[in-house]
């Protein structure tokens, strides 16, 4: 289905982003990959190359950068141009502080990652896609999109800047044939608690043994659903939840081991 179309994804590194690499490989796209580390996305590429064939387009890069990501979009080399589909993914939260003992330094990281970051990659990758004619923004949100917890403050204030980006992409874009959709998972087994904790692995790991969580291939699933309805048909937004999370805070505890 996606014989030779370029797809870009933000956070190809790890997560969600990785497996939507992994997907869109597997229906034959070729993929523009981008994150800091790039001895990830190398990895993931030749991996990527060897099992599907897939040709990969590495960018090292700092979606906070507003320079660096119009250097790379500008600068991308002719077969890489027309971007079919975008996927706004690259995203972090850290800690979970109340907001009046918060840190300003995680509130710029995450505000600037994963509200400007997607601003500024998504104004780089649009205009190609209203001159075409076509092509596909699809966001990843968050159920902190729709409902805030404790602690969450920052982290869910800039899910809900994506939800408003999401909207008001879809309402700029009314006239043109470039959809626009949003993904919001809850809980999803990845790097994101390592992330949030700085690295504390034990009380990252706790996070996922109250319930069996989504998998990143749940998401990347969801988003290549979303890609390939006909051209007729945009899922506008998905909310999707493990089985045992009915709301951000209220989760039955199951235990992983009693699936
Ligand atoms: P991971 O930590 O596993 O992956 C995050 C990805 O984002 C990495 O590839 C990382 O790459 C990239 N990234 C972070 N900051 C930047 C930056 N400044 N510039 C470029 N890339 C960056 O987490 P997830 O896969 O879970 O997260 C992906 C998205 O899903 C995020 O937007 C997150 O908010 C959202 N989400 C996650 C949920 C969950 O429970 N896991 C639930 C709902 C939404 P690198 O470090 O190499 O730059
Ligand atoms: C990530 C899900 O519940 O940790 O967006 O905010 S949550």
Not at 57 to 75: G, M, P, S, W
Request: proline share 4%.
């Amino acid at each position: 289905m996606f014989e030779g179309k370029i797809v870009l994804l933000t956070g190809a590194s790890a997560g969600i982003g990785q497996a939507c690499a992994e997907s869109f490989a597997a229906a034959g796209a070729h993929l523009i990959l981008a994150a800091r580390r790039l001895g990830r996305i190398e990895e993931l590429a030749a991996r990527l190359k060897k099992e599907h064939g897939t040709d990969c387009h590495l960018l090292e890069l700092d979606v906070r950068d507003r320079e660096a990501v119009n250097t790379a979009i500008e600068n991308l080399p002719t077969p890489w141009r027309e971007i079919e589909v975008l996927v706004n993914n690259a995203g972090l939260s850290r800690g979970l502080d109340k907001l009046q003992e918060g840190y300003w330094l995680d509130w710029d990281e995450m505000i600037d990652t994963n509200v400007k970051g997607l601003l500024w990659v998504s104004r780089a990758v649009m205009p190609g896609m209203v001159e075409r004619d076509r092509g596909h923004v699809i966001n990843i949100g968050s159920v902190a999109g729709h409902q805030v917890y404790p602690g969450g403050n920052v982290y869910c204030a800039t899910k809900y800047a994506v939800g408003a980006l999401t909207q008001g992409m879809r309402l700029d874009l009314v006239g043109t044939r470039v959809r626009v959709s949003s993904v919001d998972p809850g809980m999803v087994h990845t790097e994101f608690s390592e992330v949030r904790f700085r690295g504390d692995s034990e009380r990252a790991d706790g996070v996922y043994q109250a319930f069996p969580p989504l998998q990143a291939t749940d998401i990347a699933d969801t988003v290549m659903f979303c890609a390939t309805r006909p051209p007729h048909v945009n899922i506008q937004d998905i909310l999707i939840m493990p089985q045992d999370q009915a709301a951000v805070f209220s989760s039955y505890p199951r235990g992983v081991d009693k699936v």
